[in-house]
Protein backbone atom coordinates (compact mmCIF):
# COMPACT_ATOMS: atom_id res chain seq x y z
CA UNK A 1 0.00 0.00 0.00
CA UNK A 2 1.26 3.53 -1.29
CA UNK A 3 1.43 6.25 1.70
CA UNK A 4 2.33 9.65 1.26
CA UNK A 5 2.79 10.49 5.52
CA UNK A 6 2.37 14.57 6.02
CA UNK A 7 5.29 15.91 9.54
CA UNK A 8 4.63 18.96 10.64
CA UNK A 9 5.75 20.45 13.79
CA UNK A 10 2.37 19.66 15.85
CA UNK A 11 2.82 15.83 14.94
CA UNK A 12 6.41 15.12 14.92
CA UNK A 13 9.01 14.02 17.69
CA UNK A 14 12.15 14.90 18.37
CA UNK A 15 12.84 11.90 17.13
CA UNK A 16 11.90 12.23 13.97
CA UNK A 17 15.47 12.21 12.16
CA UNK A 18 16.61 8.88 13.55
CA UNK A 19 13.19 7.16 13.16
CA UNK A 20 13.72 8.73 9.62
CA UNK A 21 17.52 7.22 9.15
CA UNK A 22 16.24 3.86 10.46
CA UNK A 23 14.66 3.26 7.53
CA UNK A 24 16.15 4.28 4.55
CA UNK A 25 19.37 2.84 3.01
CA UNK A 26 21.69 6.41 2.26
CA UNK A 27 24.95 6.71 -0.46
CA UNK A 28 27.09 3.92 -0.36
CA UNK A 29 30.20 6.64 -0.79
CA UNK A 30 31.00 7.59 2.72
CA UNK A 31 31.23 11.36 1.98
CA UNK A 32 27.84 11.67 0.10
CA UNK A 33 26.28 9.31 3.04
CA UNK A 34 27.49 11.80 5.75
CA UNK A 35 26.13 14.66 3.52
CA UNK A 36 22.71 13.02 3.27
CA UNK A 37 22.54 12.29 7.30
CA UNK A 38 23.15 16.14 8.12
CA UNK A 39 20.76 17.36 5.64
CA UNK A 40 17.73 14.76 6.86
CA UNK A 41 18.93 15.43 10.86
CA UNK A 42 19.04 19.50 9.66
CA UNK A 43 15.34 19.34 8.22
CA UNK A 44 14.01 17.51 10.91
CA UNK A 45 14.93 19.84 12.80
CA UNK A 46 13.42 22.44 10.71
CA UNK A 47 10.27 20.71 10.57
CA UNK A 48 10.34 20.32 14.31
CA UNK A 49 10.74 24.78 14.19
CA UNK A 50 7.54 24.85 12.28
CA UNK A 51 9.57 26.37 9.39
CA UNK A 52 9.01 23.00 7.20
CA UNK A 53 6.74 20.62 6.40
CA UNK A 54 8.00 16.65 5.59
CA UNK A 55 6.21 13.93 3.10
CA UNK A 56 7.36 10.91 3.35
CA UNK A 57 6.58 8.18 1.03
CA UNK A 58 5.96 4.84 1.70
CA UNK A 59 5.04 1.21 0.16
CA UNK A 60 4.22 -1.09 2.81
CA UNK A 61 7.24 -1.32 4.93
CA UNK A 62 9.84 0.24 2.64
CA UNK A 63 10.70 4.17 2.99
CA UNK A 64 10.82 5.47 -1.14
CA UNK A 65 11.72 8.92 0.13
CA UNK A 66 10.50 12.21 1.20
CA UNK A 67 10.23 15.90 -0.13
CA UNK A 68 10.66 18.85 2.42
CA UNK A 69 8.20 21.95 1.84
CA UNK A 70 8.81 25.60 3.41
CA UNK A 71 7.12 28.93 2.19
CA UNK A 72 9.29 31.31 0.64
CA UNK A 73 9.30 34.11 -2.47
CA UNK A 74 11.24 35.01 -5.61
CA UNK A 75 10.82 38.78 -5.30
CA UNK A 76 7.23 40.01 -4.34
CA UNK A 77 5.85 36.42 -5.32
CA UNK A 78 5.27 33.76 -2.94
CA UNK A 79 6.56 30.53 -3.33
CA UNK A 80 6.67 26.62 -2.17
CA UNK A 81 9.90 25.52 -1.81
CA UNK A 82 11.42 22.06 -1.80
CA UNK A 83 14.17 22.39 1.06
CA UNK A 84 15.02 18.39 0.35
CA UNK A 85 14.22 15.92 -1.74
CA UNK A 86 15.65 12.65 -1.01
CA UNK A 87 14.97 9.19 -2.14
CA UNK A 88 16.52 5.81 -1.08
CA UNK A 89 19.39 4.65 -2.11
CA UNK A 90 17.43 1.30 -3.16
CA UNK A 91 15.23 2.72 -5.34
CA UNK A 92 17.02 5.90 -7.20
CA UNK A 93 17.04 6.20 -10.40
CA UNK A 94 14.16 3.11 -10.94
CA UNK A 95 11.15 3.86 -12.69
CA UNK A 96 8.35 1.94 -9.90
CA UNK A 97 5.11 0.36 -11.20
CA UNK A 98 3.67 1.41 -7.55
CA UNK A 99 4.35 5.35 -9.07
CA UNK A 100 2.13 4.47 -12.28
CA UNK A 101 6.25 3.89 -13.92
CA UNK A 102 7.72 7.38 -12.20
CA UNK A 103 10.95 7.15 -10.40
CA UNK A 104 10.23 8.67 -7.04
CA UNK A 105 12.02 11.83 -7.11
CA UNK A 106 9.81 12.50 -10.00
CA UNK A 107 6.29 11.56 -8.07
CA UNK A 108 7.67 13.31 -5.45
CA UNK A 109 8.03 16.92 -7.69
CA UNK A 110 4.66 15.90 -9.18
CA UNK A 111 3.49 15.96 -5.24
CA UNK A 112 4.73 19.12 -4.76
CA UNK A 113 3.30 20.79 -7.98
CA UNK A 114 0.16 19.59 -7.31
CA UNK A 115 0.24 21.02 -3.34
CA UNK A 116 1.58 24.34 -4.63
CA UNK A 117 -1.47 24.26 -7.31
CA UNK A 118 -3.70 24.03 -4.46
CA UNK A 119 -2.20 26.57 -2.16
CA UNK A 120 -2.11 29.07 -5.32
CA UNK A 121 -6.05 29.20 -4.93
CA UNK A 122 -5.26 30.01 -1.46
CA UNK A 123 -2.56 32.32 -1.40
CA UNK A 124 -1.47 33.62 -4.89
CA UNK A 125 1.60 31.03 -5.25
CA UNK A 126 3.44 31.62 -8.34
CA UNK A 127 6.20 29.22 -8.17
CA UNK A 128 7.48 26.08 -7.19
CA UNK A 129 11.35 26.83 -6.34
CA UNK A 130 14.57 24.29 -5.63
CA UNK A 131 18.38 24.93 -5.07
CA UNK A 132 20.14 22.02 -6.44
CA UNK A 133 23.04 20.32 -4.72
CA UNK A 134 25.08 19.82 -7.59
CA UNK A 135 25.26 20.45 -11.41
CA UNK A 136 23.98 16.43 -12.03
CA UNK A 137 20.96 17.08 -10.08
CA UNK A 138 20.92 20.74 -11.66
CA UNK A 139 20.24 18.59 -15.37
CA UNK A 140 17.88 16.23 -13.98
CA UNK A 141 15.75 18.96 -12.75
CA UNK A 142 15.89 20.81 -15.78
CA UNK A 143 14.48 17.54 -17.61
CA UNK A 144 11.41 17.51 -15.31
CA UNK A 145 10.78 20.78 -16.75
CA UNK A 146 12.25 23.75 -13.99
CA UNK A 147 14.12 26.66 -15.33
CA UNK A 148 17.22 28.77 -14.27
CA UNK A 149 16.00 32.19 -12.36
CA UNK A 150 18.08 34.36 -14.16
CA UNK A 151 22.07 35.06 -12.78
CA UNK A 152 21.02 32.50 -9.87
CA UNK A 153 21.77 29.19 -9.11
CA UNK A 154 17.84 28.29 -8.17
CA UNK A 155 15.37 26.56 -10.37
CA UNK A 156 11.98 27.47 -10.49
CA UNK A 157 8.52 26.08 -12.02
CA UNK A 158 5.48 28.41 -12.88
CA UNK A 159 2.34 27.62 -11.36
Same mark, same amino acid.
Given at each position: MLKLKKYTSKNSSYRLGVDILSHVELSTYLEQSQRERD??????????????? /??? /?KHNNDTLGFIALSVSSIGDFPSLQIDYLFVNHTFRGKSLEILDNLKTSTYLIEFAIELAKEIQELAGLRYLVLLPDNRKLQNVYKDIGFLNLPKQEWLYIRL
Amino acid at each position: MLKLKKYTSKNSSYRLGVDILSHVELSTYLEQSQRERDFIEDICKRVQKSSTV /LYL /LKHNNDTLGFIALSVSSIGDFPSLQIDYLFVNHTFRGKSLEILDNLKTSTYLIEFAIELAKEIQELAGLRYLVLLPDNRKLQNVYKDIGFLNLPKQEWLYIRL
